[in-house]
Each structure stands twice: as C-alpha cells, then as structure tokens.
C-alpha cells in the first residue's frame, strides 16, 4: 500500500497536469524558441519542421507513400 501512495506522489507533473510527455516537450519547445534571439531564433524554427510519410494498406498491399510536414506550409 506505501508502495503505491509514493508511486502516485512521484508521478511527473506532466502527468498529473492531463499531458502527454510529447505535449508537454512540445510546449517546452515552444516557450524555449520564443525567448531566442535572433539568428537563433529564426535557426530554431527552421529546424521544427518534421517530416515524415504515410502508406496506406489495401488489400494487404502498401499504397504509394505520401510525404507529410509538420507544421505545415501555407
């Protein structure tokens, strides 16, 4: 019974908040880049672009990957 009394004490803020800890790197992330100065600001947010793609499977067949970015230009 302590054992689980101090497990749930120690639990990461992030945690207790409702977050992710992906949600949580993200915010973070966020606040770091918008206290830079520049040229390291305008560094830093070239860098936050992902890419990555995506395949479909029909059939059991992989479709033609689609490459997506986030965030996304406009």
Do not use: I
Not at 3 to 18: E, I, K, Q
């Amino acid at each position: 019974m302590a054992s689980a009394v101090a497990s749930t004490a120690a639990a990461p803020f992030w945690r207790t908040a409702g977050m992710t800890y992906v949600a949580y790197a993200n915010v973070c992330a966020t606040m770091l880049r918008s206290c830079l100065k520049e040229p390291y600001k305008s560094d830093s947010v070239a860098r936050e672009r992902v890419h990555y793609s995506v395949s479909k499977w029909v059939d059991n067949k992989q479709e033609k990957p689609v490459l997506r970015q986030v965030p996304s230009e406009e």
